[in-house]
């Protein structure tokens, strides 16, 4: 079975920058397609951003469109979410999850691999 563990996560400012790792413990992570999501004390995980197994399509939330970007290193194992413009309303504990179904998909229910999470927390 997959593992996939999160780092990257932390304090920063408004308007800051931070790179969020997933890394997975299998090779067979290549052929899943990865997305990230988020949740904030209170609040229902909501999905951010999708990356199809090869690379070759990525999907955002509207809310972080233009600042967030997914990517991935098939050689590495590891998915990347760079978190650029970061807001308060960024506050939340981010996952990595993996999907073997080969459509865009942005709802939890799609995902059958999950992390931990890291926390990330955006100060005004």
């Known amino acids: 079975q997959v593992q996939l563990l999160e780092s990257g996560g932390g304090l920063v400012q408004a308007g800051g920058s931070l790179r969020l790792s997933c890394a997975a413990s299998e090779r067979t992570f290549s052929s899943y397609a990865m997305a990230w999501f988020r949740q904030a004390p209170g609040k229902e995980r909501e999905f951010v951003a999708y990356?199809?197994?090869?690379?070759?399509?990525?999907h955002y939330a509207g809310s972080v469109l233009g600042r967030f970007t997914i990517s991935r290193d098939s050689a590495k194992n590891t998915v990347y979410l760079q978190m650029n413009s970061l807001e308060p309303e960024d506050t939340a504990v981010y996952y990595c999850?993996?999907?073997?179904?080969?459509?865009?998909?942005?709802?939890?229910?799609?995902?059958?691999?999950w992390g931990q999470g890291t926390q990330v927390t955006v100060s005004s």
């Open positions: 990356i199809s197994w090869r690379g070759g399509r990525t």
């Open positions: 999850a993996g999907s073997r179904l080969s459509q865009v998909v942005v709802t939890s229910e799609g995902y059958h691999y």
